[in-house]
């Protein structure tokens, strides 16, 4: 089994992709409509081009109250790798980033906590 695909829900999708793509960097690969959402995933520029990132709207009934649940819970959905957390914090609040957790060091890691303007924390972390 490889990993290709996983998601984070959004609230709403253009705000996402210009979120995820002209803040964090990454790279639309999919964008397909289906009625009133799309089939809307990114890739990391640095990463392999199969590992997408599904952009998905709240059109479950259960995900406006997991995404709540998780944001207040203070949990981030995904997690992102960096080989200098500092330049990418700093790159980040150079942008606006709201970060909730400065990097921080975590055992063998550092970790840092920021959230996605779509209802989402995610974290940055180096190892």
């Not at 829900?9 to 397909?32: C, H, M, P, S, W």
């Not at 890739?43 to 709207?57: M, Q």
């Not at 406006?64 to 609040?93: K, N, S, V």
Request: aromatic share 10%.
């Amino acid at each position: 089994m490889k990993l290709k695909l996983t998601s984070v829900f959004v609230q709403n999708q253009a705000a996402a992709l210009r979120f995820y793509t002209e803040t964090l960097g990454f790279v639309k690969k999919a964008d397909i409509p289906m009625g009133e959402v799309r089939w809307l995933t990114v890739v990391s520029p640095e990463g392999p081009d199969d590992l997408e990132l599904l952009l998905e709207p709240l059109g479950h009934p259960a995900a406006p109250t997991f995404q709540a649940a998780m944001f207040e819970a203070g949990i981030p959905l995904a997690a992102f790798a960096t080989e200098d957390i500092q330049a990418d914090y700093q790159r980040l609040l150079g942008q606006g980033v709201t970060f909730r957790m400065p990097p921080t060091e975590a055992g063998p890691a550092t970790v840092a906590v920021f959230e996605d303007t779509c209802g989402n924390l995610l974290q940055l972390y180096q190892v």
